[in-house]
């Protein structure tokens, strides 16, 4: 499996950028997905999830209501909208697939991981 991340760039806080990230090789339909960011220095954070249904959905308490994770199955996408984007938000953005019985926050249920997408936000 391959997971392309894309849609980062420079954007003014306030601002609002839509990461979207396309997986090959299988369908990721069965399973839950999430994204992860990582700031320079700093370790690598839970951001948001998304169960294999699109019924439930997880976020960091410092994106929540700001940020909305959603899916589309039949392209086999994950996006991820960001409203009101603060400087620290700024970070490389990865995307992952959810594969182990662990807490949606915790990486080590995720099998797949995208190469990761850099957001950056200018005061």
């Known amino acids: 499996v391959q997971l392309q991340a894309s849609g980062g760039g420079l954007v003014q806080a306030g601002g609002s950028l839509r990461l979207s990230c396309a997986a090959s090789?299988?369908?990721?339909?069965?399973?839950?997905v999430g994204w992860f960011r990582q700031a320079p220095g700093k370790a690598r954070e839970f951001v948001a999830a998304?169960?294999?249904?699109?019924?439930?959905?997880y976020y960091a308490d410092s994106v929540k209501g700001r940020f909305t994770i959603s899916r589309d199955n039949a392209m086999n996408t994950v996006y991820l909208q960001m409203n009101s984007l603060k400087p620290e938000d700024t970070a490389v953005y990865y995307c992952?697939?959810?594969?182990?019985?662990?807490?949606?926050?915790?990486?080590?249920?995720?099998?797949?991981w995208g190469q990761g997408t850099l957001v950056t936000v200018s005061s």
């Open positions: 992952a697939i959810r594969g182990a019985n662990y807490p949606y926050a915790d990486p080590r249920g995720y099998d797949y």
């Open positions: 090789g299988r369908t990721f339909s069965r399973n839950p």
């Open positions: 998304l169960s294999a249904s699109g019924g439930s959905t």
